[in-house]
């Protein structure tokens, strides 16, 4: 198979009526590896990845994959090309079994969108349900059976469905107790490495997002304040001080 597509965030701004939420911000990405964007309330990380997914449209900069540009593309398109956002808030629909919430997933990808068999990946139902098992067992049930942990197994297991190439994750350890986010985190860096992801994770939780990740990003105030490897950010104590609160 093709080596999976590069994504490329370039120089981002965003505003918000006068509100400017990201000034010309770029991160490095690369597939087979997780940056996690950091920085606190309102510094712009929600927004990074909704500027990326589509869902606002940036004043400035680019965002490409591989060769296609989507700089300003409207969502369908932006997840129609391999982009899986997953949103804080997880959205699982509680009325639906956990299986059906996962089938989802299938439905909205891309092998039924294009009917083209999508990338390289080729993620099945069972395939999800083997990566998280604490889910699996409860696949017949509703899922708001589940507890918060397993809601965001569900979520990144849906998105997994859709086929991506780049994966989005916004806050995925909100909430959650620390061993199930270093249980989350565990499955999230293998399968990164397996299937040779794009992972761009936003994290408040500075000190476990910096574990995962192999790059880490630091925004204050819309802009880029740090950027380097995750354990260099890690080791700097001013900065952690400063901007990362640990
Ligand atoms: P949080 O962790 O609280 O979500 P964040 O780092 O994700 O913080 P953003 O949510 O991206 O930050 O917000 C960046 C800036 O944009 C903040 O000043 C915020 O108040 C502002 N902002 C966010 N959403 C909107 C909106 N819909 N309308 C106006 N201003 C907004």
Redesign the pocket.
Known sequence: STAPPALVVEGLTAT??P?T??REVSIPTEPGRVTAVL??????????L?TISGLVRPQAGQVRLGERDLTGAAPETVAGAGVAHVP?GRGVITELTVEENLRLGSLLGRRRASGRGGPARGWSLDDVLELFPAIAERRRRPADTLSGGERQMLVIGRALLTEPDVLLL??PSLGLAPRVVTQIFAVLRDLTEQHALTVVL?E?NARSALEVADTGVV?AL?RVVAVSEAAELAADQALRHAYLGF
Request: avoid cysteine; glycine fraction near 22%.
């Open positions: 918000y009526g509100v939420a990201l920085g606190a309330n309102g510094a712009g990380k929600t927004t990074l909704r804080e916004d806050e936003v408040q925004l819309g």
